[in-house]
T-cell receptor
Framework: GAVVSQHPSRVICKSGTSVKIECRSLDFQATTMFWYRQFPKQSLMLMATSNEGSKATYEQGVEKDKFLINHASLTLSTLTVTSAHPEDSSFYIC?????????FGSGTRLTVV | GQQLNQSPQSMFIQEGEDVSMNCTSSSIFNTWLWYKQDPGEGPVLLIALYKAGELTSNGRLTAQFGITRKDSFLNISASIPSDVGIYFCAGSTGANSKLTFGKGITLSVRP
């Protein structure tokens, strides 16, 4: 149990466009979802915490107008990278928390060209 | 932000050997988690620890939640090539609270 599905796994987009990444908890309800960014050979950096039905809480230094997070249901959270630029290229990972367990999605490799 | 202390950054062992990884913190956590990440994938939970002093096994893996709540270790016994990957420790102060991660240890296993 406790499967988190993240899509797409890879996306290439043009600079200035927006990209949406979906994170779904398949067999459980996740009241809290987390979005991370990971650079090569580094640890996961928390971007924001989203609770179902309320606004996301962003970590210091993360632009909330650039990284839009929506957590409209107990099984779905989305991260939209708006007006993407090459420096936004990274590996984005979501995680769903339930009962003290944190299950991660398989990640999305975003490349902005 | 705060990070858990994991070192060294890389470990190289021979297939069949045991290996131990430690994770320490200056502050208390109520949950300790160990994850393994393969290249291009998200972290996969190996072991979750919820009580100080708890010792939990998952196959060849054993992890313990330190009594002080400020540390945890992970042991891998009889290593095999597929143990290669990055091992992260993570701590949480409460159910569904955000996780604090270590920097990770890259494990290489020589056949």
């Amino acid at each position: 149990g406790a499967v988190v599905s993240q899509h797409p796994s890879r996306v290439i987009c043009k600079s200035g466009t927006s990209v949406k990444i979906e994170c779904r908890s398949l067999d459980f309800q996740a009241t809290t979802m987390f979005w991370y960014r990971q650079f090569p050979k580094q640890s996961l950096m928390l971007m924001a915490t989203s609770n179902e039905g309320s606004k996301a809480t962003y970590e210091q230094g993360v632009e909330k107008d650039k990284f839009l997070i929506n957590h409209a249901s107990l099984t779905l959270s989305t991260l939209t990278v708006t007006s993407a630029h090459p420096e936004d290229s990274s590996f984005y990972i979501c995680s769903a928390g339930t009962g003290g367990r944190y299950t991660f999605g398989s990640g999305t490799r975003l490349t902005v060209v | 932000g705060q990070q858990l202390n994991q070192s060294p950054q890389s470990m190289f062992i021979q297939e069949g050997e045991d290996v131990s990884m430690n994770c320490t913190s200056s502050s208390i956590f109520n949950t300790w988690l160990w994850y393994k990440q393969d290249p291009g994938e998200g972290p996969v939970l190996l072991i979750a620890l919820y009580k100080a002093g708890e010792l939990t096994s998952n196959g060849r893996l054993t992890a313990q939640f330190g009594i002080t709540r400020k540390d945890s270790f992970l042991n891998i016994s009889a290593s095999i090539p597929s143990d290669v990957g990055i091992y992260f420790c993570a701590g949480s102060t409460g159910a569904n609270s955000k996780l604090t991660f270590g920097k990770g240890i890259t494990l290489s296993v020589r056949p």
